[in-house]
T-cell receptor, first 115, second 110 residues
């Protein structure tokens, strides 16, 4: 069974640009969560989608948005990039929403560098 | 608010040494507790979990006990190996979302 796939693996952008990251969950998983990982902050929750609906959202500005498609694949978009957005963005999938204490399966992440 | 506090790293140990990584949490209700591990260049993977007070989670020689009275979930291993070198994250789930600690980097030297 294929794991969680995130593309691209690395991205370099400049301030003011926008970026779209993609996540393909494990087959059969309907919940996808996104996290921002930085050395000082650890993992910060961005949002969670389940069956194409945003179920929960963390404390990030509106520049961060996401969506989920009918095949459970998810995309995350960051507009008007800032230097502080440089981070590893991790996607995690699970069978049920995270409120059910489901085990999360993580992808290897997309490393975003904003210059 | 809800949060996880875990021991800052990095931690460097010799092979076969005893490992403890401290973790405490602040949460409403009775969350489930987890330890995730991240090997270099990979995403996080579940190491162990405990869902109620006094439960002990264990896997690959690692153990952690859910201590409700001290709101703690310390990770221990009696004899670490070089292959245990990774970043360890303590986490809990409130029933609504996961909260992760900042991670503790462990390096085990032969």
């Amino acid at each position: 069974k294929a794991g969680v796939t995130q593309t691209p693996r690395y991205l370099i952008k400049t301030r003011g640009q926008q970026v779209t990251l993609s996540c393909s969950p494990i087959s059969g998983h309907r919940s996808v969560s996104w996290y921002q990982q930085t050395p000082g902050q650890g993992l910060q929750f961005l949002f969670e989608y389940f069956s194409e609906t945003q179920r929960n959202k963390g404390n990030f500005p509106g520049r961060f948005s996401g969506r989920q498609f009918s095949n459970s694949r998810s995309e995350m978009n960051v507009s008007t990039l800032e230097l502080g957005d440089s981070a590893l963005y991790l996607c995690a999938s699970s069978l049920a929403p995270s409120g059910a204490n489901e085990k999360l399966f993580f992808g290897s992440g997309t490393q975003l560098s904003v210059l | 608010g809800d949060s996880v506090t875990q021991m800052e790293g990095p931690v460097t140990l010799s092979e076969e040494a005893f490992l403890t990584i401290n973790c405490t949490y602040t949460a409403t209700g009775y969350p489930s507790l987890f330890w995730y591990v991240q090997y270099p260049g990979e995403g996080l993977q579940l190491l162990l979990k405990a869902t109620k007070a006094d439960d002990k989670g264990s896997n690959k020689g690692f153990e952690a006990t859910y201590r409700k009275e001290t709101t703690s979930f310390h990770l221990e291993k009696g004899s670490v190996q070089v292959s245990d070198s990774a970043v360890y994250f303590c986490a809990f789930n409130t029933g609504n979302q996961f909260y992760f600690g900042t991670g503790t980097s462990l390096t085990v030297i032969p």
